[in-house]
Each structure stands twice: as C-alpha cells, then as structure tokens.
C-alpha cells in the first residue's frame, strides 16, 4: 500500500486565500519530501523539497513544513492565484538514493 | 518544457496486445524512472534505469518489462494488456542516480488506454 497519503482530496479556496495542503507518511525513515504540482495534460513539476534534519522550508509563496513527530507534511502556499489550480502531490524517498513514492493526490480549485 | 520527451501521447489499443512506450530523457541525464498514473492509484513508482542498468524497481508487474539503451533512452514495453492498464505512463529523468527532486524532470506522460 502506500506509505504517503493526503488528507484531503480536493481544496476549494478563494483568490488571495491562503492555502494549507497536508500530507501524512508512515516511513520512519523516510528523510526526504517533496510536493510536486500537476496541472492537467502536464507531468509533475517540483514545487519544493525539505529534508528530515529540517522542519520548515521557505519557497516563493509556498512553505513546506515537517513535523517529523506525528509522520506529518504540509505545504503552504500564501496569496492563492487562479494558476495554482492543480494536482498537489507530497513524495518520499523510500530508501536512500532511489526513486519517490507519491501519495495519490489533493486537488486545490482557485476561484476568482 | 521539461525536455523530457515521451512517445506516443495517445494510444489506444485492445487487451491481449502489447505496446511499447518510449522515453528520451533530458540532455545528459544517466536515469531514467518510470511512473504509471491512475485515477485510483495515484502516481506509483515502476522501475529505474541509470546509465543503462536497471537500479530499482518499484510495483512493476511482470507482464511489464523497461530498458535503457546505450544513447540513454528507454522503452517500457507492456504486453498481454488488460483493461486495468489503461493509465498515464510517465517517464521521468535525472543526472544523478541518487534521487533528488530538484533535478528529476517529468516528461508529458503518454495515455494509454486498453479497450
């Protein structure tokens, strides 16, 4: 099964909100996240990434923290526009130096 | 444009068949990895290649089988399809083999649908 998943399945928000996306892992040793962002008929394009030795990143408009505690991710991402509408994914790296493992996804619908 | 270059980006083919999906990574990327995307599912990891050689390997079913050439490219080549196969098939690329998100670049994915 999946060791990453999302709380949620869809978020709704209104431009210039700010957006609060959760992700919750089950891999203790998991030392790498990412959130990635999927816009339709496109692939996934990273946002941001944090590794475990730290528990808040600041990006442009976005912020991820880890709360390595209760397992837990999030990404922030301040003042909301119509063109974040997308697919958000948390990842982790499963074992050291190999590929990601995706949760299934939130949906975040920017309205004007 | 992510530079990663995938082919087809459409097919639609009958169960029983096999096809094959191909996948030209970034200018100078050694690896490549493979996603497969359904609605269900979610993005799920199916196989790496780095400069050739497989180097992991995810939720790859058998019926499914990848390579990676010596100009780097790679095909994914599915056979004996089912319904349940129908999906985005992502290819993905990066320089190190050691995975990290801000150098893995995803192509546009290919759709495949098993009628």
Sequence with gaps: ??????????????????????????????????????????????????????????????????????????????????????VYFCAENSQAGTALIFGKGTTLSVSS | DSGVTQTPKHLITAT????????????????????????????????????????????ILERFSAQQFPDLHSELNLSSLELGDSALYFCASSVEGRFSGNTIYFGEGSWLTVV
Excluded at chain 1, 6 to 30: K, R, W
Excluded at chain 1, 43 to 67: A, C, E, H, W, Y
């Design chain 2, 16 to 59: 029983g068949q096999r096809v094959t999906l191909r996948c030209s990574p970034r200018s100078g990327d050694l690896s490549v990895y493979w996603y497969q995307q359904s609605l269900d599912q979610g993005l799920q990891f199916l196989i790496q290649y780095y400069n050739g050689e497989e180097r992991a390997k995810g939720n």
């Design chain 1, 1 to 86: 099964g999946e060791s990453v998943g999302l709380h949620l399945p869809t978020l709704s928000v209104q431009e210039g909100d700010n957006s609060i996306i959760n992700c919750a892992y089950s891999n203790s040793a998991s030392d790498y996240f990412i959130w990635y962002k999927q816009e339709s008929g496109k692939g996934p394009q990273f946002i941001i990434d944090i590794r475990s030795n730290m528990d808040k990143r600041q990006g442009q408009r976005v912020t991820v923290l880890l709360n390595k505690t209760v397992k837990h991710l999030s990404l922030q991402i301040a003042a909301t526009q119509p063109g974040d509408s997308a």
